[in-house]
T-cell receptor
């Protein structure tokens, strides 16, 4: 059964710092991996989607990498801002008999201090 | 264009009450998913529809949970005889692609319905 783990569970950094969020998954047979942002009381906003054949995706200050063989992904945030404060969720779509549903980690709660 | 919408946004129910949660997916999206997110946890899959067909309900926690999508657009998640452990955020997501598509098939999420059972 696929399991997704995110480390750290919470992170507090000063504004301007570059940071890395980690995601690991137990079964490398995945179609894709998606990073989401969730603000308190809100739904999920998709940030980046990496297909299994890709190594990384970039959007603005965000860069996500995927190493499928080792079961790891990282989300790199450059020059962090207070507006980046949110919970970041990693999710995989795997082969395992599912209908395309995503399997999520518990998230990393990020706080960027001004 | 409109995104995925859900209603109500908040629902307080007394234990034993029945509730109905509505999801309006993005127009034309074939796939619709329901997820349950407990406090401090990531979302967990409940059920999947491809058009009007419910192809997977393996994540529904008990037979008190029932979902439908009769015309292949709007979906309703119904919880009968609510229990305190049903308190969670219920998220709906839609995707333009069917589940058999293994290419780029991002899921778009609604804002969720926060259910509190007292």
């Amino acid at each position: 059964k696929q399991e997704v783990t995110q480390i750290p569970a919470a992170l507090s950094v000063p504004e301007g710092e570059n940071l890395v969020l980690n995601c690991s998954f137990t079964d490398s047979a995945i179609y894709n991996l998606q990073w989401f942002r969730q603000d308190p009381g809100k739904g999920l906003t998709s940030l980046l989607l990496i297909q299994s054949s890709q190594r990384e995706q970039t959007s603005g200050r965000l860069n996500a990498s995927l190493d499928k063989s080792s079961g790891r992904s990282t989300l790199y945030i450059a020059a962090s801002q207070p507006g980046d404060s949110a919970t970041y969720l990693c999710a995989v779509r795997d082969y395992g008999g599912s209908q395309g549903n995503l399997i999520f980690g518990k998230g990393t709660k990020l706080s960027v201090k001004p | 264009g409109a995104g995925v919408s859900q209603s109500p946004r908040y629902k307080v129910a007394k234990r034993g009450q029945d509730v109905a949660l509505r999801c309006d997916p993005i127009s034309g999206h074939v796939s619709l998913f329901w997820y349950q997110q407990a406090l401090g946890q990531g979302p967990e899959f409940l059920t999947y529809f491809q058009n009007e067909a419910q192809l997977d309900k393996s994540g529904l926690p008990s037979d008190r949970f029932f979902a439908e999508r009769p015309e292949g657009s709007v979906s309703t998640l119904k919880i009968q005889r609510t229990q305190q452990e049903d308190s969670a955020v219920y998220l709906c997501a839609s995707s333009i692609q069917p589940s058999t598509f293994t290419g780029v098939g991002a899921q778009y999420f609604g804002p969720g319905t926060r259910l509190l059972v007292l």
